[in-house]
């Protein structure tokens, strides 16, 4: 590297030197008129104010005040960006956390509008199923009543019928002679007192054999001893005017083959049938 270069270089270090120090003079006075401002003054007037003081101070003008003004300029351009950067960011910031909010409310609203219409579906249900068991119930009650009304008028009927069963004798026969059959098979004893109406007494001693025979053959066994209490009948039959007073049994017993002071005593007395 020759002289001359170096000087230039130097020179050149020494002249930015030299304006480097006058530009921070400068603006340490600039600095200082900013800060003390006051209200209503420009930019402009403290520029005007911080070249005077320069020159007072320095006995020199600041030849350098474009410069300055222009930095000013850059100054102010760089913060109102950061300003601007900043408002940005606040603002998308502020709308990132409106939506979560929004959406967390519209979730939890979601949800009670879910748990309202659950508890209003349940509520239909129960209804429902209250309304089909009432009508279910009104149903069977409706059924059962219907039930009894047959019942009752079959009943009525047969206490009709029953009362001109007698008419028939030869159905009669055989009605008694069945019902004497079913009671021998009942007790199984081989000696039995019989009870009857006096009315029916010439019918139960007709067929008193062929009951005999019957069960003997269906039991397979003798056939028993069957005596008739001719002393204590059972009740008369009844009237058209009490159609519903007992009318009919038949009292099977057995007789037990021991007897004491000359008395005959039953050891089992049985109901097996009754006509209305």
Known sequence: MG????????????????????????????????????SGQSDAMIELEAEDQYREEFNAPFSLQRNVSKQIQQMVAFIRQEAEEKANEISVSAEEEFNIQKMQIVEIDKKKVRQEFDRKTKQVDVKKKIEYSMQLNASRIKVLQAQDDLVTGMKESASNELLNVSHNKKTYKKLIQNLIVQSLLRLREPSVLLRCREVDLSIVESALEESKKEYASKAKVQPPRIDIDKTVFLPPPPTNADPHRPSWYLHPAILNQNKRNGLVWMNKYRLLGRIW
């Open 3 to 38: 002289r001359g270069e170096y000087r230039t270089n130097d020179m050149l270090s020494s002249k930015w030197r030299d304006m480097n120090l006058k530009v921070r003079k400068f603006n340490g006075i600039y600095s200082q008129k900013w800060q003390t401002r006051r």
